[in-house]
């Protein structure tokens, strides 16, 4: 018997979008008191829509700080990838790991650049697979932990390696926690906090990427005039420095509430949410935030109920993948290539080795003060526009950047300007494309499926980041070892990079304040990607209907019967 009496009505917007009935009811059946669950969960939605970016700081400081603690562990993985492709630069190191060209120098051949590069590439794909069934099985704190210790174990392979093949054995097993850090952190950071903080965390995993790639070109700067073993010894060793502080802190770290919700221990992701935020705000109903959670996991449920790596390529969530995975991919073929590769693309160009090192420490410093920017303007121009117009700006800088390089190779001057354009370059890639990315690909995933689904983006990335280093090795490696494009495979870029543009045109959506309820039915309803932003949206619109009996087939036929005389008599 319905009880509407004691059921607080949701108001109810007949203009807006909302979830199918079908899907509310069913939700309803599934649920004892999924009303008051839901007008519960109305509150607390509306809640956050007001909570302006201060207001949720002030609320959530701790989980600010936490969000912050597990990012900077993407600092090692920056630190590396730049280390790596600066090392070809490094003279000691090509002496040691390199063979003796005719003109008498020492240099690592391009296979075996492809396969450094691509080593670590294929230690993070498996990290990442096992990341996507591990955390979401045990939770992303333990998840963190094992991955830091093994982080720890695994640095004492590159240190003691003596041949280019041990190097390649431990770039690997490396890449297996760094695949770890890569996903889980931008997960954890998108479900401790509020819709008003969730871009910046996400988008901070991006600045630990430029922290640890200005670290990286910092260290080897400072021993580019060691002779011996230790200039490259040395930056393997400072990768020991942030493991272990960043473990002894995930030890006291709350598990996301989200996953506990999604595991069923509501009482328990009561007390993490607690952890999180500041004790006693008379503005904070943790009771009602909860509901809220409990709530967009149950219309999840009857959306898409399974949580495997194939439900991620089934009906709504199929799309929700794509546009994760192409988002990601968006990074490596907009001609980024470059800034990994840049003080050895610098010296391809024709700068002395000092002068590359310089230069890449200030495209790094540069490519940080983009991220910081990047905050004030995600707030008032969404992420899709950023998205958009930071592509464009990125072809036009490409172009120049071929251009530039047709000049003779005798041209100082058309030297230096590439190198320029390669600082600029960075400071917009920075600016939009780099720190927007990690923020989209949180918010458009489901939060049950979140974690298998940034596993599968990353890992989609990590398979083209294969592809765009071997490119990139031999268009920058010399004739008779490679191609010798040098600046020129600018022009090559570009092409990929206007494909990106026209994908991000008619394809990305824009999350811009959109709780994941939110985001859920926009999916569900099949809402062009053009009209996210402004398409107007009420999730609970018929939460308060009561769950459907199944009725006799008999019955049925018997009521429809009688409608149609009805209709004829009228």
Same mark, same amino acid.
Request: with cysteine.
């Given at each position: 018997?319905?009880?509407?009496?004691?059921?607080?009505?949701?108001?109810?917007?007949?203009?807006?979008?909302?979830?199918?009935?079908?899907?509310?009811?069913?939700?309803?059946?599934?649920?004892?008191?999924?009303?008051?669950?839901?007008?519960?969960?109305?509150?607390?939605?509306?809640?956050?829509?007001?909570?302006?970016?201060?207001? &949720? +700081? #002030?609320? =959530?400081?701790?989980?600010?700080?936490?969000?912050?603690?597990?990012?900077?562990?993407? /600092?090692?993985? @920056?630190?590396?990838?730049?280390?790596?492709?600066?090392?070809?630069?490094?003279?000691?190191?090509?002496?040691?790991?390199?063979?003796?060209?005719?003109?008498?120098?020492?240099?690592?051949?391009?296979?075996?650049?492809?396969?450094?590069?691509?080593?670590?590439?294929?230690?993070?794909?498996?990290?990442?697979?096992?990341?996507?069934?591990?955390?979401?099985?045990?939770?992303?704190?333990?998840?963190?932990?094992?991955?830091?210790?093994?982080?720890?174990?695994?640095?004492?392979?590159?240190?003691?390696?003596?041949?280019?093949?041990?190097?390649?054995?431990?770039?690997?097993?490396?890449?297996?926690?760094?695949?770890?850090?890569?996903?889980?952190?931008?997960?954890?950071?998108?479900?401790?906090?509020?819709? &008003? +903080? #969730?871009? =910046?965390?996400?988008?901070?995993?991006?600045?630990?990427?430029?922290?640890?790639?200005? /670290?990286?070109? @910092?260290?080897?700067?400072?021993?580019?005039?060691?002779?011996?073993?230790?200039?490259?010894?040395?930056?393997?060793?400072?990768?020991?420095?942030?493991?272990?502080?960043?473990?002894?802190?995930?030890?006291?770290?709350?598990?996301?509430?989200?996953?506990?919700?999604?595991?069923?221990?509501?009482?328990?992701?009561?007390?993490?949410?607690?952890?999180?935020?500041?004790?006693?705000?008379?503005?904070?109903?943790?009771?009602?935030?909860?509901?809220?959670?409990?709530?967009?996991?149950?219309?999840?449920?009857?959306?898409?109920?399974?949580?495997?790596?194939?439900?991620?390529?089934?009906?709504?969530?199929?799309?929700?993948?794509?546009?994760?995975?192409?988002?990601?991919?968006?990074?490596?073929?907009?001609?980024?290539?470059?800034?990994?590769?840049?003080?050895?693309?610098?010296?391809?160009?024709?700068?002395?080795?000092?002068?590359?090192?310089?230069?890449?420490?200030?495209?790094?410093?540069?490519?940080?003060?983009?991220?910081?920017?990047?905050?004030?303007?995600?707030?008032?121009?969404?992420?899709?526009?950023?998205?958009?117009?930071?592509?464009?700006?990125?072809?036009?800088?490409?172009?120049?950047?071929?251009?530039?390089?047709?000049?003779?190779?005798?041209?100082?001057?058309?030297?230096?300007?590439?190198?320029?354009?390669?600082?600029?370059?960075?400071?917009?890639?920075?600016?939009?494309?780099?720190?927007?990315?990690?923020?989209?690909?949180?918010?458009?995933?489901?939060?049950?499926?979140?974690?298998?689904?940034?596993?599968?983006?990353?890992?989609?990335?990590?398979?083209?980041?294969?592809?765009?280093?071997?490119?990139?090795?031999?268009?920058?490696?010399?004739?008779?070892?490679?191609?010798?494009?040098?600046?020129?495979?600018?022009?090559?870029?570009?092409?990929?990079?206007?494909?990106?543009?026209?994908?991000?045109?008619?394809?990305?959506?824009?999350?811009?304040?959109?709780?994941?309820?939110?985001?859920?039915?926009?999916?569900?309803?099949?809402?062009?990607?053009?009209?996210?932003?402004?398409?107007?949206?009420?999730?609970?619109?018929?939460?308060?209907?009561?769950?459907?009996?199944?009725?006799?087939?008999?019955?049925?036929?018997?009521?429809?019967?009688?409608?149609?005389?009805?209709?004829?008599?009228?």
């Amino acid at each position: 018997m319905r009880r509407d009496s004691q059921i607080k009505e949701i108001p109810v917007d007949n203009n807006a979008l909302h979830p199918e009935d079908t899907v509310v009811r069913r939700a309803s059946e599934a649920i004892p008191g999924f009303a008051e669950l839901s007008a519960e969960a109305k509150d607390a939605t509306d809640k956050e829509h007001q909570m302006g970016f201060k207001q &949720a +700081l #002030r609320l =959530y400081p701790k989980a600010v700080g936490w969000s912050i603690l597990l990012s900077t562990a993407i /600092i090692m993985e @920056g630190y590396d990838v730049v280390l790596l492709s600066s090392f070809y630069a490094l003279p000691q190191f090509n002496k040691k790991y390199g063979i003796l060209t005719p003109d008498g120098t020492y240099t690592v051949p391009a296979p075996w650049k492809s396969g450094l590069s691509n080593g670590a590439l294929c230690g993070e794909i498996l990290g990442l697979f096992i990341n996507g069934i591990v955390s979401e099985k045990y939770g992303y704190r333990k998840t963190m932990l094992a991955s830091l210790a093994m982080m720890i174990a695994f640095i004492f392979i590159p240190f003691f390696s003596h041949n280019i093949e041990t190097l390649l054995v431990g770039e690997i097993l490396c890449g297996i926690p760094w695949g770890v850090f890569q996903t889980l952190t931008t997960a954890y950071a998108s479900e401790v906090c509020p819709v &008003a +903080l #969730r871009a =910046y965390l996400c988008t901070y995993v991006n600045l630990c990427w430029v922290i640890g790639q200005f /670290i990286a070109s @910092g260290v080897l700067r400072g021993v580019l005039n060691r002779s011996d073993q230790w200039a490259y010894r040395i930056p393997f060793a400072i990768q020991w420095l942030w493991p272990l502080p960043i473990l002894i802190g995930v030890i006291f770290a709350p598990e996301s509430p989200w996953w506990l919700v999604r595991h069923g221990r509501e009482a328990d992701a009561k007390k993490a949410l607690l952890r999180l935020t500041t004790r006693n705000d008379p503005t904070f109903n943790a009771d009602a935030t909860i509901a809220m959670m409990s709530h967009t996991n149950a219309l999840e449920k009857q959306i898409s109920a399974g949580t495997s790596y194939l439900d991620c390529f089934k009906g709504v969530d199929r799309r929700r993948t794509e546009i994760a995975c192409m988002t990601w991919m968006v990074q490596t073929l907009c001609g980024s290539t470059f800034m990994g590769y840049s003080t050895y693309f610098y010296q391809q160009a024709g700068l002395p080795t000092t002068s590359a090192f310089d230069l890449s420490m200030a495209q790094y410093a540069l490519g940080m003060v983009g991220t910081v920017g990047s905050w004030f303007l995600m707030h008032r121009a969404g992420r899709r526009t950023l998205y958009l117009y930071g592509s464009c700006a990125l072809l036009g800088l490409l172009l120049i950047i071929g251009l530039t390089a047709i000049a003779p190779a005798s041209n100082q001057p058309s030297r230096w300007a590439i190198g320029s354009m390669l600082l600029i370059f960075t400071f917009v890639y920075d600016f939009t494309v780099g720190p927007v990315c990690y923020s989209l690909v949180a918010e458009v995933s489901s939060t049950r499926l979140k974690a298998k689904t940034i596993v599968l983006a990353r890992n989609f990335y990590n398979i083209g980041g294969i592809v765009v280093n071997v490119l990139t090795t031999y268009q920058l490696t010399p004739k008779p070892n490679g191609w010798g494009w040098s600046a020129k495979s600018a022009f090559f870029w570009a092409g990929s990079c206007a494909l990106c543009i026209v994908w991000i045109f008619f394809r990305l959506p824009e999350p811009k304040g959109r709780t994941y309820g939110e985001m859920d039915v926009l999916f569900e309803r099949g809402v062009s990607a053009r009209k996210f932003r402004d398409t107007k949206i009420d999730i609970f619109r018929g939460d308060h209907l009561a769950p459907v009996t199944e009725v006799d087939s008999s019955s049925e036929k018997e009521a429809e019967k009688a409608a149609v005389v009805m209709v004829e008599k009228a």
